[in-house]
């Protein structure tokens, strides 16, 4: 199957610092990852899409300011959170999508648990 | 985005089968019926996806009614680590994953 790592699997910071979080797909060339974000005992919700050499497309509601994304590569996409707070902290998770004959499926990665303090 | 309705929870004894009701009334004719689950902590993982016909992997099976208004993901046998919470998404084409409640399987020894 398809993998996607994520990188880092946990971090803490400081209220106001930004945080990067990447997403890689190890197996296969992704031209589309997605961004999820998941509060405790709630389920996945999308951020954005994120599309190889193009601009992300956020989900209402996302402030694309504060959540910068950038896919630079097809097995690459970072997700920048900027002047983080203690309410981003949350576990994000990000997907990548893979065609198989007539249909995608996405892999998705571990997960990326953010605390800010 | 389409919908889909599943019991919030559900228990199932190990090595016992389990089946997973999804309820998708509003199902398009192009609309692929996917399954994935959450182990806790982790990232979704992919199931099983089917569009008509019943499908089979190493993981479950997919049973899919023959009006696709619902769809049963079918453990044959659960182990403790099968322990999750199961998502049935519809996806028509190239579009997103919208991920419901879920359902929480609870596998008891």
């Known amino acids: 199957g398809a993998v996607v790592s994520q990188h880092p699997s946990r971090v803490i910071c400081k209220s106001g610092t930004s945080v990067k979080i990447e997403c890689r797909s190890l197996d296969f060339q992704a031209t589309t990852m997605f961004w999820y974000r998941q509060f405790p005992k709630k389920s996945l919700m999308l951020m954005a899409t994120s599309n190889e050499g193009s601009k992300a497309t956020y989900e209402q509601g996302v402030e694309k300011d504060k959540f910068l994304i950038n896919h630079a590569s097809l097995t690459l996409s970072t997700l920048t959170v900027t002047s983080a707070h203690p309410e981003d902290s949350s576990f994000y998770i990000c997907?990548?999508?893979?065609?198989?004959?007539?249909?995608?499926?996405?892999?998705f990665g571990p997960g990326t648990r953010l605390l800010v303090l | 985005d389409a919908k889909t309705t599943q019991p919030n929870s559900m228990e199932s004894n190990e090595e016992e089968p389990v089946h997973l009701p999804c309820n998708h009334s509003?199902?398009?004719?192009?609309?692929?019926i996917h399954w994935y689950r959450q182990l806790p902590s982790q990232g979704p993982e992919y199931v099983i996806h089917g569009l008509t016909s019943n499908v089979n992997n190493r993981m479950a099976s997919l049973a899919i009614a023959e009006d696709r208004k619902s769809s049963t993901l079918i453990l044959h046998r659960a182990t403790l680590r099968d322990a999750a919470v199961y998502y049935c998404i519809l996806q028509g084409g190239s579009e997103k994953l919208v991920f419901g409640k879920g359902t929480k399987l609870t596998v008891n020894p």
């Open positions: 997907s990548a999508r893979v065609a198989r004959g007539v249909q995608e499926t996405q892999y």
């Open positions: 509003t199902i398009s004719g192009t609309d692929y």
